[in-house]
């Protein structure tokens, strides 16, 4: 499955329906490649009982619980590559391979097969006149096939994802056999059992060892493989709790994420305790798999800010102790972060309501309770009927939101949500939408009314664009001449582009006033691995960021939605205004998930 075709589906099930031509604006195709692109994945799809079907003008799926599951899929799709493949083979065939031999099994080429092997790293590959093999002891063996399979192994369901490896992919069954994997299965899980603390590949990683253990070594008992994979595992687990260098590792890096995210993680001792127990300091051992999944794009556009402190970590620890993570563990990293986040969010100030309802003083209680089981975050502080309502006005001054049972006739300043007398989870979902943004989407309007536009400006690199941005934000006052190189190591992290957009931002304790600058290129640009036709660089105070902890969030968030992307394709740019940028912000705020 393409990169493009996995676009194409998260785009549907983002906005759906959504036209045939913002497809194709979307995707930068044209319709006869989007039409084939359909033609192609609806073959794939069919026996997942989901196609995508054309009404009219519009595209979307023919059944969207079918396409949810799929998309919990996308990740097991991606294509294994040839590399890859030759590899794995290499790794599992006990004696050399030939060339010829070699081709057959992977249904190849004899010249494309020549190509491969050329191409692959020669420290793993060794040939001669016997054919070609994996050169490296058992546990350089072991580890790269580890490496190879983990991205395809997104849960815990061993098996299932086993099978699914060997039917899509590469027949693993042809070296080992059912009861084998079942044995795995059953091993990682009684050694799962034991720990209270873990994280899912520590035990997906167990798993693929036995495979290749019981691949490398036949008819050994339950007993005989929980011993002696358990020792290890219990052993390391063991230290890591109990290491006081380990303990001040963690200290030091939440102190140097706080600096440079403006954060509070340092406070958060529940945090420590779980970064303790889940990050495993013997992970340089492993050489960490380049595979993007879609769970780290779901995390980078849901959570920016915990996945700043993720990449930041990652930059620290490798730093310090040559231990790098990829892919999904900066997911597990960041859900660590996320959930201090969302500590620290609940103990934010709760944001107050009043409750209008035709009904009388009943009605209004009702919403009243069913709101005080499901969101701690709201204090209703009147229930009043619309003809009430008008004798005490100025109550809409001392409110955030109001909540109605009735179409509002009256002109209010403040938002409104018109809600059924019995709750559903959609109404629960509109009300969190409100209480995430409303902080920090007034903040937001104000920098983006202030906002510097540069409109279709040429730029050979990111570099240039980097130094250009950085000039702009120093001619207004706004940020430090130390802003430029943090800006510059930020984007050395990790990429900050999203579709179309690239969000570049540098450290918050060198930008003296906030500012948002908003950049459209005539032609994309690569930055990172995405192509890139728009910029904006969100320079924020720590103080802002004290004072409104979601800022960024809210910022980041609504700049991946795709929607958001889309909406910017159709404007010119020759002329866009601060308006129309808060225009699509606030579109964005209420279509697609937050």
Sequence with gaps: MLKRQIELMLLLMENKPVTLDDCCLYLQISKPTLKADIISLNTLLQEYHVQIIYLEQFISFSDLESARHLILLLDSLQKLTIFDKVNLLLILEKQPISLQKLADRLYISRSKAILVVNKINKDNIKSSHLGYEFHGDICLKRNAFINILLPYFKSLHFVDKFNFFCKQHFNLYQYVTENEVIQAKLVAESIKNKVTQYKEEVFTRLFLSLIHYQITHKDNSF??????????????????????????????????????????????????????????????????????????????????????????????????????????????????????????????????????????????????????????????????????????????????????????????????????????????????????????????????????????????????????????????????????????????????SIKGIAVPHGKNSYVKKNHLIILNLPEPILWGNEQVDWIFLLAITEHSMFEFPQLFNHFYRNTAKRNFYLNLQKLSKHSISPLQIRQLFSLSNYLGEL
């Design 223 to 496: 007993t005989e493989l929980y011993t002696l994979f358990s020792k290890q595992y219990f052993n390391q687990i063991a230290l890591d709790e109990q290491s006081d260098e380990n303990k001040r590792l963690i200290d030091d890096l939440l102190i140097h994420i706080d600096d440079l995210l403006s954060t509070s993680f340092q406070e958060d001792d529940k945090l420590k305790k779980n970064l303790l127990q889940h990050i495993d300091f013997s992970w340089q051992e492993y050489e960490k798999s380049e595979v993007v999944s879609m769970d780290l794009w779901t995390i980078k556009t849901q959570f920016p800010l915990s996945y700043e402190a993720a990449v930041i970590s990652n930059q620290y620890l490798q730093n310090i102790k040559n231990i790098s993570f990829k892919g999904d563990e900066l997911i597990y990293l960041s859900l660590h972060y996320q959930n201090s986040l969302e500590n620290q969010k609940s103990k934010e100030s709760k944001i107050k309501a009043l409750i209008l309802t035709p009904y009388g003083l009943a009605a209004g209680q009702l919403i009243q309770t069913q709101l005080s089981h499901t969101l701690n975050q709201v204090q209703i502080i009147a229930i009043l009927s619309q003809s009430e309502l008008l004798n005490q006005l100025h109550l809409i001054e001392e409110v955030d939101l109001v909540f109605s049972l009735s179409q509002i006739e009256l002109a209010l300043t403040k938002p409104v949500i018109v809600l059924p007398l019995a709750l559903e989870d959609e109404n629960i979902k509109e009300i969190n939408q409100f209480i995430y943004a409303q902080k920090s989407d007034a903040k937001l309007a104000k920098i983006i009314e202030n906002a510097t536009i540069i409109h279709n400006k040429f730029f050979q690199d990111v570099p240039n664009i980097l130094t250009y941005l950085n000039q702009v934000l120093e001619s207004k006052s706004c940020v430090t001449s130390n802003y430029l190189p943090s800006l510059i190591d930020r984007e050395a992290i990790s990429s900050t």
